[in-house]
C-alpha cells in the first residue's frame, strides 16, 4: 500500500500561527510524524494522512475552529476560498471576455502539479503611452 503525500509548502506559516495561539508547532508534527523540517521546506513530501489529522488536532487543541482560513491567509493564497482570475476580450469577437485563471498563467513553483493545460501564445494589453503634463 503506497502512502498518499502532500508538498511541505501547504504548512507555510503553519509554525508561527500556532505559536501565535499558544501552542508548539513542534510537538504537533512530532505527534502526527511528520517531519520537523517539513516546517521549513516548501519542497518535502509530507504524509497527507497526517497532515490532515495534525490540522484537525491543532484546530481543536488551540481552540481555533477557523485554523485552516487562518493558514490559508497566513500564506497569503486563497484558492481555498477563490480562484483569481483575469479577463481579456476575445480578438476574435470582442463581447466575449476570456476568463483565465490565474493558475493557468503562472506556472510557478507553489502551484505544482497544476500546469497550464493550453497556450494562449501571449496576452496583449495594448501600448501604455503618455498624456499631456
Known amino acids: ?16 500561527l500556532v505559536e501565535s495561539l499558544g501552542g508548539d508547532p513542534g510537538e504537533l508534527v512530532r505527534r502526527f510524524g511528520i517531519p520537523v ?3 521549513t521546506s516548501d519542497e518535502g513530501l509530507v504524509p497527507i494522512t497526517g ?3 495534525m490540522l484537525d488536532a491543532a484546530a481543536r487543541d488551540l481552540r481555533c475552529p477557523g485554523f485552516g482560513l487562518r493558514l490559508a491567509r497566513a500564506q497569503d493564497y486563497d ?5 483569481k482570475t483575469l479577463a481579456d476580450r476575445c480578438k476574435a469577437d470582442p ?6 485563471p490565474s493558475t493557468e498563467l503562472a506556472p510557478w513553483k507553489r502551484f505544482w502539479p497544476v500546469v497550464p493545460t493550453y497556450a494562449h501564445g501571449g496576452i496583449s494589453y495594448g501600448e501604455i503611452k503618455g498624456g499631456r503634463r
Do not use: C, P
Not at 500500500?1 to 506559516?13: C, F
Not at 484558492?79 to 480562484?83: A, C, F, I, L, N
Not at 463581447?95 to 483565465?100: A, C, S, T, V
Open 1 to 16: 500500500m503506497t502512502t498518499s503525500m502532500i508538498r511541505g509548502a501547504s504548512l507555510r506559516g503553519f509554525a508561527g
Open 37 to 39: 523540517e517539513a516546517l
Open 51 to 53: 497532515h490532515d489529522l
Open 79 to 83: 484558492s481555498m476560498v477563490k480562484e
Open 95 to 100: 463581447r466575449w471576455l476570456q476568463i483565465l
